[in-house]
């Protein structure tokens, strides 16, 4: 069993950086893909950045590339979003998930998580 608890997020003007953190709880973090999602009010839930276990590989949706960037910690058991530039259609509710396997990361892509965090709200002022 992992869970997850995300934190970081807050209240930024257009243009400004916010980090989030998704701290995991359990065994053999670096086993697991990891990933970021997100679902603004009235809007799907919608996938923002993924990092495969084992090459850390990464994958982002194109309304990200260039401003976010994911990385994790194994040591701190801990997956980052550095978001920078961020604008007002960012605004929603960010979660954080993980997955188990050797396909952990393309269930992420899918939009399949094993475990979800509760979700940390980001909103951008214009």
């Known amino acids: 069993q992992v869970q997850l608890v995300e934190s970081g997020g807050g209240l930024v003007e257009a243009g400004g950086s916010l980090r989030l953190s998704c701290a995991a709880s359990?065994?053999?973090?670096?086993?697991?893909?990891m990933g970021w999602f997100r679902q603004a009010p009235g809007k799907d839930r919608e996938f923002v950045a993924a990092?495969?276990?084992?090459?850390?590989?990464?994958f982002y949706a194109d309304f990200v590339k260039g401003r976010f960037t994911i990385s994790r910690d194994n040591a701190k058991n801990t997956v980052f979003l550095q978001m920078n530039s961020l604008k007002p259609e960012d605004t929603a509710v960010y979660y954080c998930?993980?997955?188990?396997?050797?396909?952990?990361?393309?269930?992420?892509?899918?939009?399949?998580?094993?475990?979800w965090g509760q979700g940390t709200q980001v909103t951008v002022s214009s």
């Open positions: 998930v993980a997955n188990s396997g050797a396909n952990g990361v393309t269930r992420i892509l899918s939009g399949t998580g094993d475990y």
């Open positions: 990092l495969s276990a084992i090459f850390s590989n990464t």
């Open positions: 359990g065994r053999a973090f670096s086993g697991y893909a």
